[in-house]
């Protein structure tokens, strides 16, 4: 086995480590966690970037994305469509690395499966936190729950700081985070 073989079978096991860990840190320590996967995502396109093309192109995610953005070309907010679309149309790529990362090529159903459980159980939490805060924003809670005994922080993080109305948002600071993080899980 030659040196650039065994360095490299050596740094599979810590990337794959590191794409779960800052899958499950994610919504915890985001600035962290999307600097990690940046970095995991830059190196895994310069080393099989072709193979992540071709997968995409595979799954129609060309296709999916021209029909995107000529549907956001027409929309009422054009502005907000591309914006929309700028946070959406990356996770294609993202896919395409995950599905053409080694390891998950030979073992796809084992990885991914695990994966996916442990992502499942990281946002047990963030969905806890979301329900009880939709279950405080109704608007019959409100008025009580401000003249009650509660911490002004809390009051203040509930209803006031940019507040959304019946929209939960958890840790994340916009509620379409919060969907956006759900819709990847």
């Not at 396109?45 to 296709?63: A, E, F, K």
């Not at 395409?96 to 073992?107: D, F």
């Not at 109704?138 to 700081?161: D, H, N, R, T, V």
Request: glycine share 6%.
């Amino acid at each position: 086995m030659s040196v650039s073989n065994l360095v490299a079978s050596s740094l599979l096991p810590v990337r794959q480590r590191l794409w779960l860990a800052s899958f499950v840190a994610l919504p915890y320590a985001m600035y962290a966690a999307l600097l990690v996967m940046s970095y995991l995502l830059v190196t895994a396109m310069v080393s099989r970037g072709r193979s992540v093309w071709q997968l995409c192109g595979q799954w129609g995610c060309g296709w999916l994305s021209a029909g995107l953005l000529l549907s956001a070309s027409f929309a009422l907010n054009r502005g907000d469509a591309f914006l929309q679309l700028a946070n959406f149309l990356p996770f294609f790529v993202l896919w395409g690395v995950l599905a053409t990362y080694p390891k998950v090529v030979v073992r796809p159903s084992v990885l991914l499966e695990t994966l996916a459980r442990r992502l499942v159980l990281s946002s047990v939490p963030l969905c806890v936190i979301a329900l009880i805060e939709y279950l405080l924003k109704f608007e019959a809670l409100i008025e009580p729950l401000k003249a009650s005994l509660l911490p002004q922080w809390f009051l203040g993080w509930l209803y006031e700081e940019p507040y959304f109305g019946h929209r939960a948002r958890s840790l994340f600071d916009h509620p379409n985070g919060l969907s956006a993080y759900l819709a990847m899980v």
